[in-house]
């Protein structure tokens, strides 16, 4: 039996709700491979560390903790890359993602080389914390690992947002999913010993798989870029003369880096305000111990991979948004929007299902250490139920992006996980003997505070944008 898809215009006023779910899927699909492949790099680092041992796979988790919070602000701020790049489609202005993906890799390598640099103080910080010194010191090895790949994964996410606001996303799929299978081949030879060629390592080698391997990607994406511009006749700017290139970087991206900042400063502190506190759970589980901390590490690796459902349905959402936007379709804003949010809890609903049915048989996917695997079971039968809400969430936020709605989405995640996830996790944790899985209460607190703001903000917001462009197109 074939599927009918209805014959309407892109982003048209009379789509159907179905209409838009197979809109926003179509979209969405290659950029939830895409974005789990960035996850899946650091998932096959976690699953083969989490067979060398509990200390190795504690210092892991504890290692990239601060790291992911700083890579993932900075990753929130390179949203508004996309969000400018699908405006300017919508608005027919194609010529104007050359100056966006320009003053977009400038932004990517300062906050990269920024970010890089706080890896210098990691064990001193670690053991400041009042981590363990033996876990302190596997940590601080990961950071310095994980530092020196992350301008390269911040270039290669900008050079992917382009093409996926080009409607190109399955270039970025293919190149990710190649990554992976080289991250794949690397882990096994260098950290579990395949063939014997080399000594085993642990945790940090691991992670310096994946840093190779990410600045590759974007080797990879930018010769696809150039390559693809000479094709189409040089139809969105892209192959500047060098000149050019040279005038973006000395000008920190001039007047379109201004432009990316302003509107990825409050994305970035979006995204922070969230994994931050996610990070502030990882620094608890470790006071509990180092099983706790190597389940809590189990457990959101499960977590983020299935958060990638969240990533890639928002990033469409956002694309989609901004068109409509871009467009002056008021009615395929809405719609565009809400559909993409249902989308995103039903496929992670559907994934929390099978981590709540057998918690035991995902957790012994990750880690083989008895004491771990033990509490894991635990925590993943919280996150089961998690999930779907967690998706809602982050679709949510990326819908709001594309309407250029920032800071009050970033002030009511903040409250969400600063006022709500933080303090019931520390009270469930410790007060109340709860321990890791006391942790995942409070996570579950604050995905469920975040999404009773969230969602109203967006059917306000869609609303008021809606009232502003039937405006525009009465006075037009």
Do not use: F, Q
């Given at each position: 039996m074939t599927i009918q898809r209805p014959n309407v215009p892109a982003d048209a006023e009379g789509g159907s709700a179905a209409w838009h779910v197979l809109r926003t899927a179509s979209l969405a699909w290659p950029i939830i491979l895409s974005r789990a492949g960035l996850v899946v790099l650091f998932t096959a680092d976690t699953v083969v560390t989490g067979r060398v041992g509990g200390l190795e796979l504690a210092g892991l988790g504890l290692g990239v903790a601060p790291l992911l919070v700083v890579l993932l602000v900075t990753l929130g701020a390179m949203q508004a890359t996309v969000v400018l790049a699908a405006q300017s489609i919508g608005?027919?202005?194609p010529g104007a993602i050359g100056d966006i993906l320009r003053a977009g890799f400038v932004n990517a390598?300062?906050?990269?080389i920024g970010a890089a640099a706080l890896s210098l103080f990691a064990e001193d910080f670690f053991v400041a914390t009042g981590q363990a010194p033996d876990v302190a010191a596997v940590a601080a090895a990961v950071a310095r690992q994980f530092a020196w790949g992350m301008p390269g994964q911040l270039l290669f996410?900008?050079?992917n947002m382009i093409l996926e606001a080009t409607e190109r996303p399955r270039v970025g799929m293919v190149i990710i999913l190649g990554?992976?299978?080289?991250?794949?081949?690397?882990?096994?030879?260098?950290?579990?010993?395949w063939g014997g060629l080399v000594e085993t390592g642990g945790?940090?080698?691991?992670m310096a798989t994946s840093s190779v391997v990410r600045w590759g990607a974007f080797a990879a994406a930018l010769a696809v870029l150039l390559a693809d511009e000479g094709r189409n006749g040089g139809?969105?700017?892209?192959?500047a003369p060098l000149s050019a290139w040279v005038r973006c970087f000395v000008a920190a991206g001039g007047e379109t880096g201004r432009t990316i900042r302003r509107l990825g400063l409050p994305m970035g502190l979006g995204q922070g305000v969230e994994s931050a506190a996610f990070a502030a759970l990882v620094f608890m589980a470790g006071l509990i111990g180092t099983a706790a901390l190597a389940a809590h590490q189990t457990t959101m690796t499960v977590m983020a991979l299935v958060y990638m459902n969240a990533v890639g349905v928002g990033g469409a959402a956002s694309i989609r948004v901004g068109n409509a936007v871009g467009r002056r379709h008021p009615r395929a804003l809405a719609r565009a929007g809400w559909s993409a949010i249902g989308l995103g809890g039903l496929l992670s609903g559907l994934c929390g299902v099978v981590v709540a049915a057998a918690p035991g048989a995902v957790a012994g996917l990750v880690t083989a250490d008895p004491a771990a695997l033990a509490i894991a079971?635990?925590?993943l039968g919280i996150a089961g139920w998690l999930l779907a809400l967690d998706s809602t969430m982050g679709v949510a936020m990326g819908a709001l992006r594309g309407l250029g709605d920032v800071w009050m989405p970033t002030l009511l995640q903040a409250a969400a996980f600063w006022f709500v996830a933080v303090p019931v996790a520390w009270l469930a944790g410790f007060h109340l003997d709860g321990g890791a899985v006391g942790l995942f209460v409070g996570m579950g607190?604050?995905?469920i505070a975040s999404n009773a703001l969230l969602l109203p903000r967006f059917a306000v917001a869609s609303r008021a944008a809606v009232r502003r462009l039937e405006k525009a197109a009465g006075t037009a």
């Open positions: 608005a027919g202005r390598l300062l906050l990269g996410i900008t050079a990554a992976n299978l080289v991250n794949v081949v690397l882990d096994g030879v260098l950290v579990l010993g945790a940090a080698t691991a139809r969105y700017g892209i192959r079971t635990r925590t607190a604050g995905i």
